[in-house]
């Protein structure tokens, strides 16, 4: 058997589709790109290679913070709070032997330290800027600055730099411009191998050319760096040419997927 990946879903942010999924230059390209906020939800991914189990984020926090600190109108059930999610999969939070993380953002950390048993990986650059975060981003990661409390301080992070493999079938690879050191991590199975992109894109139609103005991708509206974005969406898709096993964090069209298919892979 296989690695096997069970989504996991920690709750649903709110957010707009015209300051954070679609760059400005492509509203009019899309009919449903409104001034509304959208509900996306927020998935982790449970990696079981049959002889550990292997968690990509630990997603956002509960709905009081979520609301109060970032954006309003999000909203986490119970059980979703990510160490409820694993037990209630089946898994025990104390098994986690590792946690991936895609980069260091507050909605992909949350109730790491919960897992006490994990060692934690992220890029370096990664770890680097979440420690010292331009302004723009105190919100992001949790900046101490906000009277806030990260949810990776204090953590020890098995720091990577560049394209590294965590276990034999479980690899990472750099997709920097969401975030500076967002990493995108391959995990191969028996249904052939995912990428799991976390935020190097927030919804699939940001893969999507538009053949009127040149673009071979939809670029997002929320970046560190726009050229980064550009190449790292490009690589996932050379590295990816079948979109159905590019999984990032917030599409919602995943949540009626994985309804139907609970566990992917095997
Ligand atoms: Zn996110």
């Given at each position: 058997m296989g690695i096997t990946i069970t989504p996991l879903n920690s709750g649903f942010c709110t957010s707009n589709p015209k300051t954070y999924h679609y760059h400005p230059s492509t509203?009019?390209?899309?009919?449903?790109?409104?001034?509304e906020d959208r509900r996306l939800p927020v998935f982790c991914y449970l990696l079981n290679t049959g002889s550990e189990l292997i968690l990509v984020d630990t997603g956002m926090a509960d709905s009081d913070r979520a609301n109060r600190?970032?954006?309003?109108?999000s909203e986490q059930l119970p059980d979703q709070a990510m160490p409820r999610a694993v037990e209630k999969a089946g898994y025990r939070v104390e098994d986690i032997s590792r946690i991936i993380f895609t980069h260091l953002h507050w909605d992909h950390t949350f109730y790491m330290k919960e897992f006490s048993n994990a060692k934690y990986y992220a890029q370096k650059k990664e770890y680097e800027f979440a420690l010292n975060p331009l302004p723009l981003y105190y919100k992001s990661y949790e900046y101490q600055w906000l009277g806030l409390e990260a949810p990776f301080l204090g953590c020890e992070f098995q720091l990577l730099d560049g394209e590294e493999e965590i276990v034999p079938g479980i690899r990472v690879y750099p997709t920097p411009g969401h975030s500076p050191g967002h990493q995108a991590v391959e995990v191969d199975t028996g249904d052939g191998t995912y990428h799991?992109?976390?935020?190097?894109?927030?919804?699939?139609?940001?893969?999507?050319?538009?053949?009127e103005i040149g673009y071979d991708v939809t670029p997002s509206a929320?970046?560190?760096s726009l050229t980064d974005w550009w190449e790292s969406v490009r690589e996932i898709k050379r590295r990816c040419p079948n979109m159905d096993m590019i999984l990032p964090t917030h599409e919602p069209a995943l949540v009626e997927r994985f309804a139907k298919t609970l566990v992917l892979g095997g």
């Amino acid at each position: 058997m296989g690695i096997t990946i069970t989504p996991l879903n920690s709750g649903f942010c709110t957010s707009n589709p015209k300051t954070y999924h679609y760059h400005p230059s492509t509203h009019k390209y899309y009919a449903n790109v409104s001034g509304e906020d959208r509900r996306l939800p927020v998935f982790c991914y449970l990696l079981n290679t049959g002889s550990e189990l292997i968690l990509v984020d630990t997603g956002m926090a509960d709905s009081d913070r979520a609301n109060r600190y970032h954006h309003p109108g999000s909203e986490q059930l119970p059980d979703q709070a990510m160490p409820r999610a694993v037990e209630k999969a089946g898994y025990r939070v104390e098994d986690i032997s590792r946690i991936i993380f895609t980069h260091l953002h507050w909605d992909h950390t949350f109730y790491m330290k919960e897992f006490s048993n994990a060692k934690y990986y992220a890029q370096k650059k990664e770890y680097e800027f979440a420690l010292n975060p331009l302004p723009l981003y105190y919100k992001s990661y949790e900046y101490q600055w906000l009277g806030l409390e990260a949810p990776f301080l204090g953590c020890e992070f098995q720091l990577l730099d560049g394209e590294e493999e965590i276990v034999p079938g479980i690899r990472v690879y750099p997709t920097p411009g969401h975030s500076p050191g967002h990493q995108a991590v391959e995990v191969d199975t028996g249904d052939g191998t995912y990428h799991l992109v976390g935020d190097a894109v927030f919804l699939m139609d940001n893969f999507k050319p538009i053949p009127e103005i040149g673009y071979d991708v939809t670029p997002s509206a929320r970046f560190v760096s726009l050229t980064d974005w550009w190449e790292s969406v490009r690589e996932i898709k050379r590295r990816c040419p079948n979109m159905d096993m590019i999984l990032p964090t917030h599409e919602p069209a995943l949540v009626e997927r994985f309804a139907k298919t609970l566990v992917l892979g095997g």
